[in-house]
């Protein structure tokens, strides 16, 4: 279990890893993160005569979206979000957004009710269900026709999209929630974490399009080939979180 100084010190270090300056704390502005019981909200840092200022939204909103991008550790949802992505090319973007947009609406809502405590499931039961909706969603791209997308498909694809979204949201608060500790006022933090999150799906999406423009257009690779062995790989790695999840 990381004590709080320790978690303060690795804050600090990364804040700093990336703007190598002078921290200048500024008091009376409230609680930068409560979980921390530090005694000021917003820091400044100067480096070469630039100012940098970062408000609470910010830090949150790198929070987010650091969080979605850490492959080490949040590697889960980067592979649901891909596994979605598994049957579009870069031509099917509109149809993406659509689908990625049910995702978000989905997350969304359980992270907000999640995070205020409004809705309360073990941890143990959202870190089992996460590799569940990976798997569910990888291997039904395997038995689907990329190349004709029924509307009935469609639908399909936006439902697992937005039902299982809703399992992620989760995940995602409880993460959230041990950062903000004992925070009364959240909205802004949740908001902020939110957005980060998005930005970094959005970054996750734009990243497997391209590696599919690249291997598809440019290789000569058939577009089948490309969705059995992402989906493939992607089940398999669910099979084994499955394994390690079970908590029973």
């Known amino acids: 279990m990381i004590s709080r100084s320790q978690l303060h010190n690795s804050l600090v270090n990364d804040l700093y890893s990336k703007h190598p300056c002078e921290f200048y704390f500024i008091p009376s502005f ?64 509109k149809t993406l957004l659509i689908l990625v947009t049910a995702f978000t609406i989905g997350h969304s809502i359980t992270l907000a009710l999640a995070t205020l405590d409004i809705v309360k499931i073990k941890a143990e039961l959202i870190e089992f269900l996460i590799p569940v909706t990976i798997f569910i969603t990888a291997v039904s791209n395997i038995f689907r026709n990329e190349e004709n997308l029924t509307p009935r498909h469609l639908q399909l694809n936006y439902f697992y999209a937005l039902f299982f979204g809703l399992v992620h949201g989760l995940g995602f608060s409880n993460y959230l929630r041990s950062i903000l500790g004992r925070d009364k006022s959240i909205i802004t933090q949740l908001f902020a974490f939110n957005v980060g999150i998005e930005l970094g799906q959005l970054i996750i999406v734009i990243i497997f399009l391209v590696a599919g423009l690249i291997v598809i257009n440019m290789c000569g690779a058939s577009r089948r080939d490309w969705k059995l062995i992402i989906s493939s790989a992607i089940a398999g790695i669910a099979l084994v979180l499955i394994k390690d999840k079970i908590f029973w």
């Open 30 to 93: 409230g609680v930068l993160l409560s979980f921390l019981d530090l005694e000021f909200k917003h820091y400044t840092c100067r480096t070469e005569g630039w100012y940098i200022f970062m408000t609470e939204f910010e830090l949150y909103f790198d929070l987010g979206k650091d969080h979605i991008l850490d492959y080490a550790n949040g590697y889960d949802h980067i592979l649901f979000v891909v596994a979605l992505c598994a049957l579009y090319v870069f031509r099917d973007w």
